[in-house]
């Protein structure tokens, strides 16, 4: 699958954000002895680039603001299809800065978003979390979860917790 330059230059431009804040975060936090200072690191280290396509006409839209649950949920309920759950940065069309965002990524690291409408120009940055049992299903992210992320980040992720789909950053 080719990814059109629009959508190569979105995904640079969440790339560049991870960049930005990890820099500006370097020396700011008491984490020195952390394998990861910040979730931006750890994306930066094994974050990889996911292609957005259009979602399947049967999806129907899930909750708004509730991503994290919304693509744990779906991945879990479609995990037969090959199906995981996928969490990070993504810049949905008509927005200026990447947001923190889950979703859902199939085997030929293309992204299956439950929670947004797809549109031309989205990227998606972020890891696919290869354990079902790791997904989250109350609302909040890995990342975004300090009791969740901060052993990631403290002690490195898990051998084999991620799923090697879709682009190297």
């Given amino acids: 699958m080719i990814t059109p330059i629009a959508d190569l230059l979105c995904e640079e ?3 560049s954000y991870l960049r930005e804040v990890a820099r500006l975060s370097e020396g700011n936090y008491m984490t020195e002895d952390w394998v990861f ?12 680039r996911f292609t957005a396509t259009p979602p399947p006409s049967d999806l129907v839209g899930m909750q708004d603001r509730y991503c994290y649950s ?3 949920q779906y991945a879990l309920e ?10 990070g940065y993504a810049l949905p069309y008509g ?6 965002h889950a979703w859902c990524v199939r085997p030929d690291g293309t992204v299956l978003d439950p929670t947004w ?7 998606y ?4 979390i290869r354990d079902p049992q790791r997904w989250p299903r109350d609302g909040g ?3 975004q979860d300090p009791e969740r992320g901060f052993p990631l980040l403290e002690c490195g992720l898990p051998e084999g917790a991620l799923v090697t789909l879709g682009r190297s950053i």
Avoid: C, M
Avoid at 95 to 100: I, R, S, Y
Avoid at 117 to 123: H, Q
Avoid at 125 to 128: L, S
């Fill in 37 to 48: 200072p910040t979730q931006y690191h750890l994306l930066l280290s094994h974050g990889r």
């Fill in 117 to 123: 409408d797809d549109a031309p120009g989205r990227a």
């Fill in 125 to 128: 940055v972020g890891v696919a």
């Fill in 95 to 100: 927005v200026d800065f990447p947001l923190a």
């Fill in 70 to 72: 919304n693509a744990a």
């Fill in 141 to 143: 992210g890995i990342l």
């Fill in 78 to 87: 479609h995990r037969h299809t090959g199906l995981v759950y996928a969490e």
């Fill in 13 to 15: 431009a969440v790339v």
